[in-house]
């Protein structure tokens, strides 16, 4: 039950070999950046840039898990990163800070883990390994032979076992690691989430919300997005020539009275769908069988009205030119 609670509480676990060689701080930060990557590679969320596996991870985020602050991370991931068993480098809008985990571990360590393994001895173990001589001799000789025997049997067990959990666990975190089995699935080599597409798509968005503020780009993309709409208002309304003018006079307007100010590139369509939709709608009236007998009551009613003459202080609207 111990053990299971150390491997699975919130314990932070280090490799040894690597703190004597860049210290406790930055050892602690490699182990959680490893657990950061198999985290991510896990839900098929690795960023692919340039044949590389790329995750990000926040100031925050290391300092909640290792609680070293952000002064001492800087240094540590400098130090790691010159040493070179990481890269950085900063994508997106706003941009975060995304780490890579190279091969130099492996290099270093998987490839001599024996020899690291035996150079590894604790203070303890050489205590231990004094009581048992002070023991064993004052055993007799056959029973000193057993327990020597058993002793070094023991020892190379353990040793290879130290050794295979290394390479096991290096393996799984080094999955893109060159001369290895990759331990990450293959469907995760191909780009999960590309940076310049996100960088692209934010830019596009940031743009959208701007006005029109160029005159000569309003007229451009004015008479462009209304030609887009040609086959859906033309038909039944307008020849050529006549849609040529109708355009040319609502862009002019347009223009002349600066409401292209008012108009964002994101609404732009939206704005002309609707102007062209009002002209259609106006020239559908003017030629309908409504509009028509509209008039022929106007005209009875005016006709009604000739040769009348008015009270004092009456206007005769009907005849209003104004």
Same mark, same amino acid.
């Given at each position: 039950?111990?053990? *299971? ?21 930055? $050892? ?70 995304y780490f890579h985990i190279t091969n130099k571990f492996d290099e270093l360590f998987v ?16 205590? &231990? ?5 002070? *023991?064993?001799? $004052?055993?007799?000789? &056959? *029973? ?20 295979? &959990? ?39 968005? !940031? ?7 160029? *005159?000569?780009?309003?007229? !451009?993309?004015? $008479? ?34 600066? !409401? ?63």
């Amino acid at each position: 039950m111990t053990n *299971e609670l150390t491997m699975n509480k919130g314990f932070i676990m280090v490799n040894k070999t690597l703190a004597k060689l860049v210290g406790l701080i930055p $050892t602690t930060i490699y182990g959680e950046l490893l657990s950061t990557f198999n985290y991510w590679a896990g839900r098929n969320k690795l960023t692919m840039i340039g044949g590389k596996a790329w995750f990000f991870c926040t100031i925050e985020d290391l300092e909640d898990k290792t609680t070293i602050k952000k002064g001492a991370q800087a240094q540590a991931i400098k130090l790691l990163e010159q040493e070179g068993f990481i890269e950085t480098k900063r994508y997106g809008l706003p941009a975060k800070r995304y780490f890579h985990i190279t091969n130099k571990f492996d290099e270093l360590f998987v490839s001599d883990a024996e020899p690291v393994e035996n150079t590894d001895v604790h203070s303890d173990e050489a205590c &231990s390994n004094q009581i048992a001589t002070i *023991e064993q001799s $004052t055993m007799p000789t &056959s *029973e000193q032979q057993h327990v020597s025997i058993s002793d070094t049997n023991n020892k190379q067990t353990n040793n290879k076992k130290n050794t295979l &959990s290394n390479e096991l666990a290096i393996a799984n975190y080094q999955g893109t690691a060159q001369n290895m089995s990759p331990s990450i699935p293959k469907n995760i080599q191909q780009p999960v989430i590309d940076v310049d597409d996100i960088a692209q798509q934010v830019e596009q968005q !940031r743009k959208a919300n701007e006005p029109i503020t160029n *005159e000569h780009e309003a007229i !451009r993309l004015l $008479t462009n997005t209304a030609n887009e709409y040609y086959n859906e208002f033309k038909i039944g309304r307008w020849n050529k020539k006549q849609w040529t003018t109708l355009i040319s006079k609502f862009v002019s307007e347009t223009i002349m009275h600066k !409401r292209y100010l008012n108009v964002t590139y994101g609404k732009l369509k939206g704005y002309v769908f609707a102007a062209l939709n009002n002209m259609a709608k106006h020239h559908d009236y003017k030629y309908s069988e409504e509009f028509k007998q509209y008039k022929e009551t106007m005209k009875e009613m005016y006709r009604d009205f000739e040769g009348v003459s008015l009270a004092p202080g009456e206007y005769n609207w009907l005849e209003d030119r104004s």
